[in-house]
């Protein structure tokens, strides 16, 4: 099990930055990737930002090049660094975490997700 506790959202105008932090508890040694989601009313929930142990990082090209993932395993805490935010970029913020073994079966990793935090962006 692990528990994920987003923060930093907030009320921001086009152009500004925020930096989204997610605290992971538990059977955190378990942890084989970490991803940020986002998702607004009426649309499905939309992969912003992942990475992996090995430190291999993927980006949708919609924030590529404006937001950066990082995580600190010392604090096991997943960042998003967001910049140059833009209004299509409101919605709420989740932090997804995936375990493997040996704290899950071989070959069934299970997903946890946080509550979420809100980032609105005013034009």
């Known amino acids: 099990q692990v528990q994920l506790v987003e923060s930093g959202g907030g009320l921001v105008q086009a152009g500004e930055s925020l930096r989204l932090s997610c605290v992971a508890s538990g059977d955190t040694i378990c942890i084989s990737s970490m991803a940020w989601y986002r998702q607004v009313p009426g649309k499905e929930r939309e992969l912003v930002a992942s990475?992996?142990?090995?430190?291999?990082?993927d980006l949708p090209t919609s924030v590529k090049g404006r937001f950066t993932i990082s995580r600190d395993k010392n604090k096991d805490t997943l960042y998003l660094q967001a910049n140059d935010l833009k209004p299509e970029d409101t919605a709420v913020y989740y932090c997804m975490a995936e375990l493997s073994t040996p704290c899950t079966p071989p070959r069934e990793p299970i997903d946890f997700w946080g509550r979420g935090t809100q980032v609105t962006v005013a034009s």
């Open positions: 990475i992996v142990t090995q430190g291999t990082i």
